[in-house]
């Protein structure tokens, strides 16, 4: 069975940037969609980011112009390159293809 697992969170100031990775230990992200989702404490899910067996991606409204996703078919990996964070991006961070999910990372941006 596929599992996506989830690395790169941590603890870091606002303003600085981090690099999460989600890598699936089958090949289909080549053929499917993956997704970014988040989650604060006593908040929903949210949509951050998505990009497409194509390419296409697209964006939370609250990240566009910060976050980038990319992804390494080769490594069946992807990718959430996030800029300029703020205290307002704390949250557990998990990957998303079609009906499975990672575990999350946490990701913790202080004031």
């Known amino acids: 069975q596929v599992q996506l697992v989830e690395s790169g969170g941590g603890l870091v100031q606002a303003g600085g940037s981090l690099r999460l990775s989600c890598a699936a230990s089958?090949?289909?992200?080549?053929?499917?969609?993956v997704r970014w989702y988040r989650q604060a404490p006593g908040k929903q899910r949210e949509l951050v980011a998505g990009?497409?067996?194509?390419?296409?991606?697209n964006y939370g409204d609250s990240v566009k112009g910060r976050f980038t996703i990319s992804r390494d078919n080769a490594k069946n990996t992807v990718y959430l390159q996030m800029n300029s964070l703020k205290p307002e991006d704390t949250a557990v961070y998990y990957c998303?293809?079609?009906?499975?999910w990672g575990q999350g990372t946490q990701v913790t941006v202080s004031s």
């Open positions: 990009i497409t067996s194509s390419g296409t991606t």
């Open positions: 998303n293809a079609m009906t499975l």
């Open positions: 089958g090949s289909i992200f080549s053929i499917v969609s």
